[in-house]
C-alpha cells in the first residue's frame, strides 16, 4: 500500500484527537475544554474549530457541542491508532514505563510513516489496548469496545476489574503504580465517604489486597469492568 502524501496538518490531527476524547468520555465538547485540554486560549480554538468545520471534519451538535463527522472520526482514530501503538511499542520493546510514553507519542505521531506503524503493530502482535487500557483502533479503523464503568460511579459492593485508566497526568500514573492500582487488577468498592469525602476500595486479590482511599480525580480516571 503506498504511503499516505495527504497527511493533515499536526495540529488538525490535535484536535480531532482531543474531540474524540473528550467524546469518547463522555465529556461536552466545547471551545472552553478543547482550550484546556490543549492549552491554547479559547479563541485559538475557536479558530481551530471553524477550520475544522470548513474542512467537514466537525459540526455543532445541539446539546453536545462540537461532533465530529464521519471523515472526522476516520482521521481521529488513524491518529490514535498511530498514538497508541507507539506508546505500546515504547513500554513493550524500549522499557518505558507508562507514565513516560504519552509525551513521546504526543510528538513521533505526527511523523511515523504508516507502513511503519503497520510494522509496529505487526512486531507487539496487533495488540487491542495500549499501556493505559486504551483500545487500539485496527487497520481498517475499527474499534473493540469494552462494557466499563467509572470507578467513581459504582456503589459499596461492587466489584470488577481495571481495564483502563483515563488520565494521561505523569503524577497520577505515578501514583496509581506505587499503590499496584493497574490494569488487571480486581478492585472492591467498600465505602463512600460523606461530605464529598474519598472512595474507599480494595484493590487485589485477597489475602493480599490493600485498602485506598481515592479523590475523585483518581476515582473518574479509573475504568472497571463490573464482575
Known amino acids: 500500500m503506498p504511503e499516505q502524501l495527504d497527511r493533515r496538518s499536526s495540529s488538525i490531527e490535535d484536535y480531532v484527537r482531543v474531540i474524540y476524547g473528550l467524546a469518547e ?4 465538547v466545547t471551545n472552553t475544554s478543547l482550550a484546556a ?3 491554547v486560549s479559547p479563541s485559538s480554538a475557536s479558530g481551530m474549530v471553524t477550520k475544522l468545520s470548513q ?16 471523515e472526522g472520526y476516520a482521521l481521529a482514530r488513524s491518529v490514535l491508532r498511530r498514538h497508541r501503538l507507539i506508546e505500546s511499542f515504547l513500554v513493550s520493546e524500549l522499557g518505558y514505563t507508562w507514565d513516560e510514553v504519552h509525551t513521546e507519542a504526543d510528538a513521533l505521531e505526527h511523523a511515523v510513516s504508516d507502513r511503519l506503524v503497520d510494522r509496529i503493530a505487526a ?3 496487533n495488540p ?8 487500539i483502533p485496527a487497520q481498517d479503523g475499527s474499534v473493540e469496545e469494552l462494557d466499563t464503568r467509572q470507578l467513581d460511579n459504582l456503589e459499596p459492593g461492587a466489584v ?3 481495564v483502563r485508566v483515563w488520565d494521561t497526568d505523569p503524577e497520577l500514573l505515578r501514583f496509581l503504580a506505587d499503590r499496584q492500582i493497574g490494569l488487571g487488577a480486581r ?4 465505602e463512600r465517604q460523606p461530605f464529598g469525602g474519598p472512595l474507599v476500595v480494595k484493590v487485589g486479590t485477597p489475602p493480599h489486597d490493600a485498602t485506598h482511599a481515592l479523590g475523585s480525580e483518581a476515582a473518574q480516571a479509573l475504568s472497571v469492568a463490573v464482575l
Open 25 to 28: 468520555r463522555g465529556e461536552e
Open 37 to 39: 485540554r490543549l492549552s
Open 55 to 70: 474542512q467537514g471534519l466537525v459540526a455543532h451538535v445541539p446539546y453536545r457541542g462540537i461532533g465530529l463527522t464521519a
Open 123 to 125: 512486531k507487539l502482535g
Open 128 to 135: 487491542q489496548r495500549d499501556p493505559h487500557g486504551d483500545p
Open 160 to 162: 470488577g476489574e481495571i
Open 187 to 190: 478492585v472492591e468498592v467498600i
